[in-house]
């Protein structure tokens, strides 16, 4: 059965494999422990890891190179999915595994591009 969490510990889990380890995060990645989510407070956990170390990337990088730009979508993906875990209403996680399907499918577009386009930089 597919869930949430599976969703998007897929999504991350791409990042230990070509192409999208050419964004430089695959470490980063495994060492957040996203992998072996099991439930929404171990992902939680995660991106927040995750949206610091991108942070740290960004600033570490040229203002808008293709580095920076990744790092960037990166931190943005792991603020978005915090943000959508933590949500409470009533008492009861409302993140949905189609909205989280969708939000996978759309930032692995934008991720190819980016991982592209850096690519090319290189």
Do not use: N
Not at 42 to 56: K, T
Not at 64 to 91: E, Q, V
Request: proline share 3%; hydrophobic share 40%; glycine share 6%.
């Amino acid at each position: 059965m597919t869930t949430t969490v599976s969703v998007i510990r897929e999504f991350w889990a791409a990042f230990t494999r070509t192409p999208l380890y050419d964004s430089g995060f695959g470490d980063a990645v495994s060492t957040s422990s996203v992998e072996s989510a099991e439930d929404e407070a171990d992902l939680i956990s995660a991106m927040a890891y995750l949206h610091g170390y991108a942070d740290c990337a960004q600033l570490a990088c040229p203002f808008m190179s293709p580095s920076w730009r990744t790092a960037a979508a990166i931190s943005g993906y792991a603020s978005c999915f915090y943000a959508r875990l933590s949500d409470d209403r009533d008492g009861e996680r409302a993140f949905p595994v189609e909205q989280a399907t969708a939000l996978v499918g759309t930032f692995t577009v934008e991720l190819t591009g980016l991982v592209h386009d850096k690519r090319g930089a290189s």
